[in-house]
């Protein structure tokens, strides 16, 4: 470790872990969490971390109070981050809403476990990606990562760091159970090596400052509370100088731009891994653990001679869908294994729009997927 | 007065312009509501505190007296419902330079935000409350709260008030406030010097600040105008410094205390934490 308390090196380390260091690695400053199974290694690591880089740890009296702490110190100045689980991420919807609503640099990780609600406290699950989508109210776009080892929760968490800043919004780590606990290891580079954003500040003088006031590329620049800028920040629909509007053109205008930030960017936020497409009639399409268990059925297909390949969306959210759309009109269909009842799947239906079929093979959670089914379901796309 | 004394009598600047937003006035608060008064009495003891006023910022949740941060010519937030003090807490935590100051209403922080309320009072985190209460949700049309006296009329307690309502100096005394006073919207001397004691104190100071509002809450329990408020203020407001707050609960026509109630001094959270961290680099982290 540096004088400065940087990590550097080669690790054997939880994905909880590696995402704590990778948040540390970011710039992330300020921690503010409560604790639940399976996140709650990350909180312990930034408890112990933060003070060593002279960092701030809180915890906080639940997910509700921890997400809006997380967005009070973004406007004080320093990047923030919670972690959390299924009944916390429920919590956080409320002040998630208020971070895109007021343009706040963040980010959350969610660890996800079985549920609805309690569900499986301790096992996995991938059945909050809608939620992730769709979970706070309004129309709005979200970036989410998805992470399926600790090297690539270590890497997508200052990944998130730097979307967050140079998009002004929260962004979303939608790991599991199973990489949150994985051990495995994972390769901290050292701090020049490694990219940072942050988020563009004003270049006018206070009184000619407007909070909202966006050049081209659709996001404003961002004064901190305390510079002399003296502005004002609500969750109500606002013009460019913050101020509320309560009428449908302010809340038109304010809704575009919001949404269009994160659309006309998504080349540069969506992020695939893609293997054997070259030939392949059958896409076995996921993320995160589900990606993993998906590796052998498609090496035995393949075997088998089917031509499969893989799509790994490392980006779930905004979703890829021109990469769908052109998929779907050169295969025959899509697998897609996910821990959940249908969630992905739908999307992959959605862009595929009928010129190929979307399989889903399925898992309510509490493990990972038997390789025979999936290999089961590439066999039956191959048909 | 000598003709060298003249007073301008249409000035072209109120002595408070400097800190509020023009551009957003008239404000939305009805004739005869007291959330004004708190402000006013904000804004004096603001300009009197010789703080740094750049860095001075103020945190609001939702509701009428959520209102304020829009108003006020400083780095203001007005928030979600309830959660003014932790976005507060997180402000204040990366940047310890601020003066944070929450301002809202008894719903916001007493009610939807009253976990975040202890907690924080707890804590100890240096930040300054002003709570008005108004005993109702005004904001929503005049409905019941955790501050509506016990068999007070309110749209949804059109029987009476069913609920004993929380005492507010009560409630954060022991919490871990180190500073709670309360004051009527009538007694606005002792009220800014209130504010200003608690603009300087380290750690989590409260300040009530009780409110008319005779569009709702005074409409139905027989105080149908401000100053029919105000005149209850002045009739049953009594002056009680150091009581035990545990005796200030306010009923439905009883008396109000108001006073100084908690005046301590104990550590804040960012105390303890460089306590730690200077001691952590001392023994070179063992």
Known sequence: MSKDGILTGEFFMMGDVACAEGAISAGCRFFAGYPITPATEIAERMAARMPQVGGTYIQMEDELASMITVLGASWGGVKAMTATSGPGFSLMMENLGLGIMTETPCVLVNVQRGGPSTGLPTLVAQGDMMQARWGSHGSYEIIALVPSSPQELFNLTIRAFNLAEKYRTPVLIMTDAEVGHMTEKVVIPPPEEIEIV????????????????????????????????RFHITGLTHDERGYPGMDAETQERLIYRLIEKIRRNRDDIIQLEEHGLEDAEVVVCSYGIAARTALWPVELARKEGIKVGTLRLITVWPFPEERIRRLAREVKAFVVPELNYGQIVLEVERCAAGQAEAILVRHAGGGIHNPRKVLEAIRRAAR | MSDKQVVNLKPDRNPMDELLREDRLPHIWCSGCGIGVALTCFIKALQKSGLDLDKVAVVSGIGCTGRVAGYVKLDSFHTTHGRAIPFATGLKLANPELKVVVFS?????????????????????????????????????????PTTPAGAI????????????????????????????????????????????ALHKSGFSFVEVISPCPTLYGRWNKQRTGLAQMQYYHDKGVIRHGLDPKEVDIGLHGEIVEGVFVDIEKPTFLDFCSAALAKNAETGGS
């Open chain 2, 105 to 145: 209403g008894d719903g916001d922080l007493i009610a939807i935000g009253g976990n975040h309320l202890i907690h924080a009072a707890r804590r100890n985190v240096d930040m300054t409350i002003i709570c008005v209460n108004n005993f109702n949700y005004g904001m929503t049309g005049g409905q019941a709260g």
């Open chain 2, 154 to 197: 309110t749209s949804t307690s059109v029987y009476g008030c069913f609920e004993h309502p929380f005492n507010i100096p009560y409630l954060a005394a022991a919490s871990g406030a180190v500073y709670v006073a309360r004051w009527t919207a009538l007694h606005v001397r002792r009220l800014e010097k209130s504010i200003l004691e």
């Open chain 1, 198 to 229: 942050s988020r563009r500040r004003p270049t006018v003088p206070p009184d000619e400052y407007l909070p909202y006031e966006a050049g081209d590329d659709l996001v404003p620049p961002m004064a901190n509370a305390g510079e002399g800028y």
